[in-house]
């Protein structure tokens, strides 16, 4: 088995991932699930059911993983190839699996190559159902499944939605490629300092009504907290997401709660804060609400002009000092463009945090509404580590790590 990489990509670059395809009509989702494994820097090696054969063909799969594509008909000729494959592998990943093979699976069959690599290896598994609702629902499916995560594997989905073409809907259907992804990148980043660990993070803009159809936001897109929230739980940690309105996808993993204005962040952070490990505050909160916000539209009729009267909004940060748990991290964010140091640690000490996270506003492909960012690391104990321009992913990992160190030694 190859080690977490500490580079680009984490949690999956250069680490051995085994896809085993079942014959479904999701077996086409997983030609998704196969590149965007690879895209994201894993070894995907994919092998195929006699079932698969039927919906999918390995070329495509061959094309897009730049590797071989293992079946049936490859295992005479190298009859140590599930050990090969079982032992290589930091994890194995059945999506789409079959009713069919979710109960040989639980039989410990080894009738095929996927069922000889279920047996022979050490990594995690990743069961991910499809297949028809009653199919899914008989109670020796449910059994079988029961029986797997009794032996330790994991499970994924299925989602509830549309079925196969005039079935209608109902709990069957595979879950969606990013979210497999997600799910594979938990099995492969999970570690005991997270596991049980309660994160909350506040991510996106707040809006600030003016009147039922206006209101004074801001920027920020979210993509900094969505992708802490995401490396949060991926590392296992429980994750709550308290984000103001973007257009963003959600990650996939985290509970979300939504919510519109700084009071009600405000509320939804005391609330949750007091059993929370870590607290993340990447939420770009406005620092002003409208006075007197009108109960209805506010017509130009009359060359009517409004004037807007601003009152502060509370610094929810600041408000949270009392009520974090006495072993609580706290990590707070910071956009300044002067006498940046210096303001950022007068911040770290005014608002009584572990880390701040200074943006550098004048970078290039840094702060808001970008996918790349440019930050600073201060840190309570005074140290300083300037990144270089990372993906906010990357980020999000660089910021975690030092979380983590503040988070060993303390109970979990
Ligand atoms: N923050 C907050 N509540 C606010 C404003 C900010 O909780 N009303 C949090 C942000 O989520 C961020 C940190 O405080 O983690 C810093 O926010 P920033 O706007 O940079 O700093 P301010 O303290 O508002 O100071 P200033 O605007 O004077 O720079």
Redesign the pocket.
Same mark, same amino acid.
Request: glycine letters at 8%; proline letters at 4%; charged letters at 25%.
């Given at each position: 088995m190859t080690s977490g990489g500490t580079g680009a990509m984490r949690p999956f670059a250069g680490r051995h991932v085994v896809l085993g395809v079942t014959g479904g009509i999701a077996a086409y989702k997983a030609i998704q699930i196969a590149r965007d494994l690879t895209v994201e820097g894993a070894l995907v090696d994919v092998v195929l059911t006699a079932g698969a054969l039927e919906f999918v063909q390995p070329l495509s799969f061959e094309a897009l993983t730049g590797r071989s594509v293992y079946s049936r008909a490859h295992a005479p000729a190298d009859p140590l190839l599930h050990i090969r494959l079982a032992r290589d592998a930091d994890l194995v990943v059945v999506a789409p699996a079959t009713a069919d093979f979710i109960a040989r699976a639980a039989a410990g069959m080894a009738d095929d190559l996927l069922t000889t690599v279920l047996l022979a290896t050490r990594a995690p598994v990743l069961v991910c159902p499809a297949m028809n609702d009653r199919m899914y629902l008989h109670a020796l499916t449910q059994a079988n499944l029961a029986r797997l995560e009794q032996v330790g594997y994991a499970t994924a989905g299925p989602a509830v939605g549309p079925l196969a073409w005039g079935e209608g809907e109902g709990p069957g259907r595979l879950l969606e490629p990013e979210e497999i992804v997600a799910s594979c990148g938990r099995l492969l980043s999970a570690n005991d300092t997270w596991s049980g660990r309660r994160v909350l993070v506040?991510a996106g803009p707040t809006r600030e009504p003016i009147d039922p159809v206006r209101f004074i936001g801001n920027r920020s897109s979210g993509r900094m907290g969505y992708a802490l929230a995401a490396a949060a739980w991926r590392r296992g940690a429980q994750v709550t997401l308290i984000s103001g309105p973007s257009a963003v996808p959600p990650p996939f993993g985290p509970e979300r709660v939504s919510v519109e204005t #700084?009071d009600q962040m405000r509320h939804a952070v005391a609330e949750l804060l007091p059993a929370a490990d870590v607290l993340v505050?990447? #939420? #770009?909160?406005? /620092?002003f609400k409208v006075a007197d916000v009108a109960s209805q539209k506010i017509k130009k009729s009359g060359g009517n002009v409004p004037q807007i009267t601003l009152a502060p909004?509370? /610094?929810?940060?600041?408000s949270t000092r009392p009520l974090r748990p006495p072993q609580c991290v706290v990590v707070?964010? #910071?956009?300044?463009t002067e006498n940046m140091a210096e303001?950022a640690r007068e911040?770290l000490l005014g608002?009584e945090l572990d880390l701040l996270i200074l943006n550098d506003a004048g970078e290039n492909g840094a702060g808001f509404e970008v996918t790349t960012n440019r930050v600073t690391i201060f840190d309570r104990d005074g140290g300083v580590a300037d990144l270089p321009l990372l993906s906010k992913g990357e980020v999000a990992e660089e910021i975690l790590d030092r979380v983590e160190l503040r988070l060993h030694g303390t109970a979990g």
């Open positions: 506040t #700084a505050m990447a #939420a #770009a909160v406005g /620092d909004n509370p /610094d929810i940060l600041r707070g964010f #910071a956009l300044e303001h911040k608002k």
